[in-house]
């Protein structure tokens, strides 16, 4: 079993910058890959990064590409994102995800994750 932990979120400006973090404990042996997703209200849940575990190889969806980076500390067992050029689209709680197979590397579907945090929230005003 994987276990996550989000933080960082908060309440910002549009345009602000800010840096959420995902610790990982547990079986943190078995992780492969590590993503962040993120949930509006009355929206599904969208992928926002992937980084491959033990190269560290990213994806980014379209939306945050060139203002979001991911960012993995191996010997930490930690995953950051870092977010720049917030817009108010940006709002939704965010949520950090493993997967433990190989095929969930890099995906962008929520159904290849095993594992996930509970969620941290950002909101960002206009």
């Known amino acids: 079993q994987v276990h996550l932990v989000e933080s960082g979120g908060g309440l910002v400006q549009a345009g602000a910058s800010l840096r959420l973090s995902c610790v990982a404990s547990?079986?943190?042996?078995?992780?492969?890959?590590m993503a962040w997703f993120r949930q509006a209200p009355g929206k599904e849940r969208e992928f926002v990064s992937a980084?491959?575990?033990?190269?560290?190889?990213?994806v980014f969806a379209d939306s945050v590409e060139g203002r979001f980076s991911i960012v993995r500390d191996y010997a930490e067992n930690t995953l950051y994102l870092h977010m720049s050029s917030l817009k108010p689209e940006d709002t939704g709680a965010y949520y950090c995800?493993?997967?433990?197979?190989?095929?969930?590397?890099?995906?962008?579907?929520?159904?290849?994750?095993?594992?996930w945090g509970q969620g941290t929230q950002l909101t960002v005003s206009s």
């Open positions: 547990g079986r943190t042996f078995s992780i492969y890959g």
């Open positions: 995800a493993a997967t433990s197979t190989l095929r969930g590397i890099l995906s962008f579907r929520a159904g290849m994750y095993d594992y």
């Open positions: 980084v491959k575990w033990n190269d560290g190889n990213t």
